[in-house]
């Protein structure tokens, strides 16, 4: 069955291409350098993850090391911060930022009145020298809590393009979207569709190289779509290339459940237009 977590995300999507604007991270940047007595930047871009729960994310830089930020787009569910720190060891509360806060190897994880935060160095907390040391990963919880109320996107993000698909990933999540997260990069499409117990997610690139399953030993499972095209169950996943183009067509659920590839095939049909051109 697919785990709940995020799907790839989509190429280019690592602080350095997507949705520019004022995001967490480029509100926290004086505060912190001034804290820290370092520089501290934000890249200027944003994207959404879309996992369960789906997290709007940006991305500090210091002492180039990375740091992504993470806010849940929908308001937090009970499991919301069990899920967030799953997979980075045990835990240890950190009453600092609250009762229902934690800090692990690679992640701090807390509430913020509905939301959900996960702050995430790359390299790891308190592991030298590639990561950042436990009191900066704190500082940057602390200073990122105090601006998330004020930085709080709409649920709702919509392209023309996605609204296609949109009755086709209702019938998939089984109720109306209260998530909707499309844009392009580079061009390049972005649709997502969520509640908090679902999303499903079409992202398009124009990297060749982007089907690494095709190398694997033995193959995926062939897809009746694409040159060529793929269905991953373990993954709830669909790749294709069509084209210049490669699309992957991602399903989540909580509890997790096996997405049937007729379910993936219904809900890109009607983008396939735009992808075959």
Known sequence: MPKVVAPPQAEGLDGSAGEPGPTVCSAVTA??????GVAVAAKPFSWNDGGLPALDLCTLVLEGRTVTVGVSALPKQPDSLDRLSAG???????PELGPDARISSSRVVFSVDDRAVRV????GINRQPAGIDRAKAVAIAQAVRAVVPKQLRAARQSDSTCQLATAEAERFVGALVQLRRDYRVNGALTCIWGTVDATISIVESFHPDSIPEAIQTPPPRP???GRP???LPEQGELVFR???RVVRVTGL???PREIPL?????VVGPLMPLFIR
């Open 223 to 225: 897809a009746p779509i």
């Open 120 to 123: 995430l160095s790359t390299g």
């Open 31 to 36: 505060t912190l350098s001034k804290e820290l």
């Open 229 to 231: 095209g793929y269905y």
């Open 88 to 94: 980075a060891g045990t835990p240890e509360l950190l």
């Open 262 to 266: 007729q379910t993936l095939l219904d």
């Open 253 to 255: 659920t909580n509890p």
């Open 242 to 244: 069509q084209g210049r």
